[in-house]
């Protein structure tokens, strides 16, 4: 059974402003713009989408990789990356 978490509280580094997102299973969330102060977030440098960086929680694609089961691939050339 895949037991893969979907929801994560994305919190703004900017303002503090965190709200329950659902996250995608099949792509990396390359920018966010905050509810709170309009902030545009954007992956930190080493992680592949905003989840990773500022979620509750890692993306689907990063929590299957730690188990083992890598389907992140470069995501450079896509807003919305290639994961999955």
């Given at each position: 059974?895949?037991?893969?978490?979907?929801?994560?509280?994305?919190?703004?580094p900017v303002c503090?402003?965190?709200k329950a997102e659902t996250m995608p299973t099949d792509a990396c969330l390359?920018?966010?713009?905050c509810e709170g102060c309009k902030a545009m977030?954007?992956?930190r440098a080493g992680d592949c989408c905003i989840f990773?960086?500022?979620?509750?929680?890692?993306?689907p694609?990063?929590?299957?990789?730690?188990?083992?089961?890598?389907?992140?691939r470069d995501a450079s050339?896509?807003?919305?990356g290639s994961c999955g």
């Open positions: 059974m895949d037991e893969t978490i979907l929801l994560s509280a994305v919190t703004c503090g402003f965190a390359w920018f966010y713009e977030l954007t992956p990773c960086s500022f979620g509750s929680t890692r993306c694609p990063m929590l299957k990789k730690q188990s083992g089961v890598d389907q992140c050339s896509s807003p919305r």
